[in-house]
């Protein structure tokens, strides 16, 4: 079983920058895909990045692409987020999960069902 724990979320002003960090640990995370999602209020969640577990394929949402870097570092157990030009439409809370689902599964399919494992939150608040 893997824990996650989110951190890095804070309030930014747009065309701001951060890096949103995904602590794992209990588990053998170099098994798992990871993945980013987010949920504004009154909002479903959505997906938003996702990296494979050598940290060699990467896939995002059509709203982030260009601007946000999924990254991982399997020996410190570490996830990243580098968020860069936010938005204020990039304000939610933002979640990291783990999967053993498939690559293709996940990518065909980005829905937060196919996720075993979930952090509590982290908030991002992009002023303007």
């Known amino acids: 079983q893997v824990q996650l724990v989110e951190s890095g979320g804070r309030l930014v002003q747009a065309g701001g920058s951060l890096r949103l960090s995904c602590a794992a640990s209990g588990g053998t995370f170099s098994r798992y895909r990871i993945g980013w999602f987010r949920q504004a209020p009154g909002k479903e969640r959505e997906f938003v990045a996702l990296?494979?577990?050598?940290?060699?394929?990467?896939a995002y949402a059509d709203s982030v692409k260009g601007r946000f870097t999924i990254s991982r570092d399997n020996a410190k157990y570490l996830v990243y987020l580098q968020m860069n030009s936010l938005k204020p439409e990039d304000t939610a809370v933002y979640y990291c999960a783990a999967t053993s689902s498939s690559w293709s599964t996940v990518v065909s399919d980005p829905q937060s069902r196919w996720y075993d494992y979930w952090g509590q939150g982290t908030q991002v608040t992009v002023s303007s």
């Open positions: 990296i494979n577990r050598s940290g060699s394929m990467t």
